[in-house]
């Protein structure tokens, strides 16, 4: 079992920046590539990030590239996503997941899951 726990999320204005967070109180995160996904009301989970359990690699949904970053310090037992540039359509509850070893880019690949935080972009 690998607990996740995501934190960071809030109301914004379109055009502004939030940093989420996911951290784990396990110490085999370190061997886990994580992903960051997202879903909206009424709308089918969709991916966002992903990093490399060494974070030597990662991949973006192209919605997102440019604007968002992901990241991790094993030390810490924690990835980022640091979002900037944020767009109403961004409004979702975003999910971080785990997947041992290699990064992968649907929902379907990840073994564990995080509670979600709600995200929200005015307008």
């Known amino acids: 079992q690998l607990p996740l726990t995501e934190s960071g999320g809030g109301l914004v204005q379109a055009g502004g920046s939030l940093n989420l967070s996911c951290s784990s109180s396990?110490?085999?995160?370190?061997?886990?590539?994580m992903g960051w996904f997202r879903q909206a009301p009424g709308k089918e989970r969709e991916f966002v990030a992903t990093?490399?359990?060494?974070?030597?690699?990662?991949g973006y949904a192209d919605s997102v590239k440019g604007r968002f970053t992901i990241s991790r310090d094993n030390d810490k037992n924690t990835v980022y996503l640091q979002m900037n540039n944020l767009k109403p359509e961004g409004t979702a509850v975003y999910y971080c997941?785990?997947?041992?070893?290699?990064?992968?880019?649907?929902?379907?690949?990840?073994?564990?899951w995080g509670q979600g935080t709600q995200v929200t972009v005015s307008a």
């Open positions: 997941a785990a997947k041992y070893y290699r990064m992968g880019y649907s929902g379907g690949d990840y073994d564990y």
């Open positions: 396990k110490p085999t995160f370190s061997s886990y590539s």
């Open positions: 990093i490399m359990w060494s974070g030597s690699s990662t």
